[in-house]
């Protein structure tokens, strides 16, 4: 069971940048999935998560600016009006449903997000 992320790049304050997520090895689709990121010096944070019914939370920082979606085995976060603060790793993760725990991880991602 594989996530493999991608997209993440470097972009100046206000821009827009498309992250997407593709599972591989198992369906997923009845999986909830969602967005993490890790900023330097700063613990994991939920960023955005999407349910199998496509359900959606988003962290109060990002609402807004921030849209998860999903597509089979995909997951996409489209991040508009990127700020500084938005600059760190993010990762797709998957987990069967919101009783367990994120099980499955992929391998993160860069945003750096530039003034």
């Known amino acids: 069971v594989q996530l493999q992320a991608s997209g993440g790049g470097l972009v100046q304050a206000g821009d827009s940048l498309r992250l997407s997520c593709t599972a591989s090895?198992?369906?997923?689709?009845?999986?909830?999935m969602a967005w993490f990121r890790q900023a330097p010096g700063k613990q994991r944070e939920l960023v955005a998560e999407?349910?199998?019914?496509?359900g959606k939370n988003y962290a109060d920082s990002v609402k807004g600016r921030f849209t998860i979606s999903r597509d089979k085995n995909t997951v996409y976060l489209q991040m508009n009006s990127l700020k500084l603060e938005d600059t760190a790793i993010y990762y797709c993760?998957?987990?069967?449903?919101?009783?367990?725990?994120?099980?499955?991880w992929g391998q993160g991602t860069l945003v750096t997000v530039s003034s």
């Open positions: 090895g198992r369906t997923f689709s009845n999986y909830e």
């Open positions: 999407i349910s199998s019914g496509a």
């Open positions: 993760a998957a987990r069967y449903n919101r009783l367990t725990a994120y099980s499955y």
